[in-house]
């Protein structure tokens, strides 16, 4: 039987848009041939119900907040101003991220959302990546990251980084070839029209 993974990606005033809607682009569309399950049932969550606001003013509605979510497989954690400014002091956001930690089997950031998950400590002695313009900053505040630079995204197993904003997809194939195979994630990147190196 084909499996099925609940996907979580994160939203928060000021995120990038590209850093959660190509993981959601990407992830949505993968199918299984030949098969009426999806890989994937992509769900977005925020702190509360309330419309966000993304950058540049796209608002989106989250289908869940922390108060209802249930528990995902897999965590994807934007970035984007509202994750390197606003986001990394806010205390609520920082403990749901750690305690999601607990009950995903993996956890993903695109772009600054890497300073999220540094903020929570689950970066401590692990390799990571973000966004070129914030790979300085990274690893000045958070001297226990190993910070990979040049990469488009860095595997630790449960926890994956990826660089800055369309990297994300990068991440998302990386994702599909992890847990369903290159065929598959060649097949979505070809509908896509996206050019992919696994």
């Known amino acids: 039987m084909d499996q099925q993974w609940k996907i979580g ?6 995120v990038e848009v590209m850093d959660f ?3 959601f682009e990407v992830l949505s569309i993968t199918t299984y041939p030949r098969s009426n399950v999806k890989p994937f049932d992509v769900k977005t969550v925020a702190q509360t119900k309330e419309t966000v606001r993304a950058r540049y003013g796209l608002q989106v ?19 984007g101003y509202g994750a390197e400014e606003i986001e990394i002091h806010n205390n ?19 772009c600054t959302g890497a300073f999220l998950l540094a903020k929570a400590g689950l970066l401590d002695g692990k390799r990571a990546t973000t966004h070129w313009m914030d790979i300085d900053r990274l690893e000045k505040e958070f001297a226990n990251v190993v910070v990979q630079r040049g990469v488009k995204y860095v595997n630790e197993g449960s926890i994956i980084t990826s660089g800055g904003i369309s990297a994300g997809i990068n991440m998302s194939f990386f994702l599909i070839t992890k847990l369903i195979g290159e065929e598959i994630a060649r097949t979505t990147a070809k509908r896509m029209e996206y050019d992919i190196s696994i």
């Open 92 to 110: 609520i956001v920082i403990s749901w991220i750690k305690d999601q930690m607990n009950k995903v089997s993996i956890m993903t950031s695109v």
């Open 9 to 14: 990606i994160l939203l928060f005033n000021e």
């Open 61 to 79: 509605l989250p289908d869940y907040s922390f108060a209802d979510n249930p528990n995902f497989d897999i965590l994807i954690i934007p970035g």
């Open 21 to 23: 809607a190509g993981p």
